[in-house]
């Protein structure tokens, strides 16, 4: 019977059979490694893995296309455009749209209340919101019940909430007025939406109203991801409860205070329904912000103009950047000094 190992030991004298084996050629296998990487390359960056992948953003391309890029390119095309007070096209008509609206009587009102009216909401929900995020992070009975509560005004729709608050507001049946000259605080109703010096702040209400639960949502897990151990080395240092809020608190909850504050600002900004329905009912601009400003500028105006209105929503866009883009290089800035 044959030994299985004998042709794995080499007789003395004789030459080892992987000696007299050829070598394998250095340049075949840099070849073949050469091959299958660019078979690699292939599959990774070819034709059929573009196709793969174009498949399942297929359709978030086309809502971003149809929702975002299709209506932009159209809101530049009707800035540049003549329209009649129908909405029918006319033809070109350059930068006179831009001009007529830099020249419009009401725009100083209209970037004043919309600087009152972002300014004054973020500000407060800001505040607010800080004070309402610390008493959620709190353990305490029924806190789950309490957090879904809060959720509800920003969940809700905001046409169903500025309407709810229409009525709330209402001269003659409204809750609120009902509650004032009730307890005696008003000698008669007010008129909340009606009254120049009272629609500003009863918009700014309901603002902020809605604005509180996301931002202290936001709050809230800025809070939870700050670990205890810094609060107990605080608390054995001697730090006093006001100096730990101002010192830790403060300084680690930063990153989610930006990041609501500019969602705030876009979302205050751009904020149609609460503005519009609360102010239908008065004329002219005198309570409007920009994003109302354009919409009544084709629809609801003498003007009717449908490239006014186009060339407002640039406008409304673009201040929109510069506000964002001024508030994040401000905190650069203080990042840097401090």
Excluded: C
């Excluded at 800080?130 to 992070?137: G, H, N, P």
């Excluded at 409204?174 to 629609?199: A, K, Q, V, Y």
């Amino acid at each position: 019977m044959a030994d299985p190992l004998q042709g794995a030991v080499a007789e003395p004298g004789s030459t080892p059979a992987a000696a007299t084996a050829p070598a394998a050629s250095p340049v075949g296998s840099a070849s073949s490694d050469g091959s299958s990487r660019g078979r690699r390359r292939r599959t990774l960056h070819g034709g059929t893995s573009i196709w793969v992948a174009l498949l399942w953003l297929g359709p978030a391309l086309l809502l971003i296309f149809g929702v975002v890029v299709f209506p932009a390119v159209q809101l530049v095309r009707a800035a540049f455009s003549k329209y009649s007070i129908t909405g029918l096209r006319l033809g070109d008509a350059g930068t006179t749209n831009f001009k007529n609206v830099l020249n419009h009587s009401s725009l100083p009102t209209v970037l004043a209340n919309t600087v009152i009216w972002v300014v004054v909401v973020v500000a407060l929900t800001v505040l607010i919101s800080l004070a309402v995020a610390q008493f959620l992070a709190k353990d305490f009975f029924g806190r789950k019940v309490v957090r879904w509560a809060i959720i509800v005004p920003w969940a809700a729709s905001l046409v169903i909430t500025a309407k709810l608050f229409t009525m709330i507001y209402d001269y003659y049946y409204g809750t609120l007025n009902l509650i004032l000259t009730t307890l005696h605080i008003t000698s008669g109703p007010i008129d909340f939406l009606g009254d120049d010096r009272w629609t500003m702040a009863s918009m700014i209400l309901v603002g902020i109203f809605v604005s509180v639960p996301f931002t202290a949502y936001v709050f809230v897990a800025g809070l939870n991801a700050i670990p205890d151990d810094v609060y107990e080395a605080a608390k054995i240092d001697g730090a006093r409860p006001w100096q730990i809020y101002w010192r830790i608190t403060l300084p680690l909850l930063r990153p989610a205070m930006v990041v609501a504050s500019v969602l705030n600002i876009i979302y205050v900004f751009n904020s149609f329904p609460i503005v519009y329905t609360l102010n239908d009912r008065n004329p002219g601009f005198l309570h409007d912000t920009t994003i109302t400003f354009m919409y009544k500028l084709a629809f609801k105006s003498a003007e009717k103009d449908v490239g006014m209105s186009a060339a407002a929503g640039i406008f409304n866009v673009l201040l929109i950047l510069i506000v964002v883009v001024v508030y994040l290089r401000t905190l650069k800035w203080q990042e840097q000094e401090d």
